[in-house]
């Protein structure tokens, strides 16, 4: 067997255990990572085999069988990470210039945070409507597929820290005043917190979603999916571009993390926003 053979093969006993890891997944969970992108699932599975100790997918498939804990850290690995408030100042501002200004014209808006990157993103786009005078009649439906990490939401809370290091930015994307008068300081597992206020927590509907096999829930306003899109394969990217059509009302907005190609479904029927990230109008 010479060095190309052998790479070969070792390549393919890799493509057989991501497979059978992603089958286990599955058949054990009902989570189905089967149709993403692979080359975006090999990065986070060796994340995930080197914070485990694992030498192999299938020892890493061992561990997440048997051991609870090895396998919610699995798919914790596998979902949206986490982003922090105000990640990204250019994308607050588009949610100032943008996506407010088309929300004041619905009597009760909806808005979908799509497969959401947690508290940071979802908590950072209810602060900039309430400065924007639009979160008195708005809903925020955000979902995650992982229940586990819905029912972190619910009472998740930031270090004073994060909260510390978001307030620059909070300003260089428009914000008006102090951040921290967004937030109730308390107690944490881990000391003192920050928890967004109640009345707009409030405004905040987390839930257990899955773009890969749900179907459309509601009719929004507002579409975001700014994490998720580089994780799919090209069927399953479709897939869910048509479920966000589905679900997105007529000169509704839609913001995503890939441009749309022509050759994307529904292409023809969006008008393209010019900003930080991939910004539509639906017009047809």
């Given at each position: 067997?010479?060095?190309?053979?052998?790479?070969?093969?070792?390549?393919?006993?890799?493509?057989?255990?991501?497979?059978?890891?992603?089958?286990?997944?599955?058949?054990?969970?009902?989570?189905?990572?089967?149709?993403?992108?692979?080359?975006?699932?090999?990065?986070?599975?060796?994340?995930?085999?080197?914070?485990?100790?694992?030498?192999?997918?299938s020892?890493?498939?061992?561990?997440?069988?048997?051991?609870?804990?090895?396998?919610?850290?699995?798919?914790?690995?596998?979902?949206?990470?986490?982003?922090?408030?105000?990640?990204?100042?250019?994308?607050?501002?588009?949610?100032?210039?943008?996506?407010?200004?088309?929300?004041?014209?619905?009597?009760?808006p909806?808005?979908?945070?799509?497969?959401?990157?947690?508290?940071?993103?979802?908590?950072?786009?209810?602060?900039?409507?309430?400065?924007?005078?639009?979160m008195?009649?708005l809903?925020?439906?955000?979902?995650?597929?992982?229940?586990?990490?819905?029912?972190?939401?619910?009472?998740a809370?930031?270090?004073?820290?994060?909260?510390?290091?978001?307030?620059?930015?909070?300003?260089?994307?428009?914000?008006?005043?102090?951040?921290?008068?967004?937030?109730?300081?308390?107690?944490?597992?881990?000391?003192?917190?920050?928890?967004?206020?109640?009345?707009?927590?409030?405004?905040?509907?987390?839930?257990?979603?899955?773009?890969?096999?749900?179907?459309?829930f509601?009719?929004?306003?507002?579409?975001?999916?700014?994490?998720?899109?580089?994780?799919?394969?090209?069927?399953l990217?479709?897939?869910?571009?048509?479920?966000?059509?589905?679900?997105?009302?007529?000169?509704?907005?839609?913001c995503?993390?890939?441009?749309?190609?022509?050759?994307?479904?529904?292409?023809?029927?969006?008008q393209?926003?010019?900003?930080?990230?991939?910004?539509?109008?639906?017009?047809?």
């Open positions: 067997m010479n060095a190309w053979t052998g790479l070969a093969a070792g390549l393919a006993i890799e493509e057989l255990e991501t497979e059978l890891l992603l089958e286990a997944i599955f058949q054990r969970f009902g989570y189905d990572f089967r149709a993403y992108d692979r080359a975006a699932l090999r990065a986070k599975l060796n994340q995930a085999m080197r914070e485990g100790g694992a030498s192999t997918l020892g890493l498939q061992e561990r997440a069988l048997h051991d609870p804990r090895a396998a919610s850290s699995l798919l914790r690995a596998l979902s949206v990470a986490p982003s922090p408030l105000f990640d990204c100042v250019g994308h607050a501002s588009r949610l100032r210039g943008v996506l407010a200004p088309s929300l004041r014209g619905w009597p009760v909806r808005v979908w945070l799509a497969d959401c990157a947690g508290v940071g993103e979802a908590w950072t786009l209810a602060i900039v409507l309430a400065e924007e005078g639009v008195g009649k809903d925020i439906h955000a979902t995650l597929a992982n229940e586990e990490l819905v029912a972190q939401m619910h009472d809370c930031l270090p004073l820290a994060e909260l510390e290091e978001a307030r620059q930015r909070h300003l260089d994307s428009g914000g008006r005043g102090d951040l921290l008068s967004f937030f109730e300081i308390g107690d944490g597992p881990d000391g003192k917190c920050a928890r967004l206020r109640a009345d707009l927590r409030r405004r905040i509907t987390w839930s257990q979603y899955s773009l890969v096999t749900d179907a459309s509601n009719e929004f306003q507002a579409i975001l999916c700014c994490h998720a899109l580089g994780d799919f394969g090209p069927v990217r479709q897939r869910v571009l048509r479920l966000f059509h589905d679900s997105l009302a007529r000169f509704g907005v839609l995503l993390d890939r441009t749309l190609s022509v050759a994307d479904a529904y292409a023809g029927t969006y393209a926003i010019e900003g930080d990230r991939p910004w539509y109008k639906r017009v047809g």
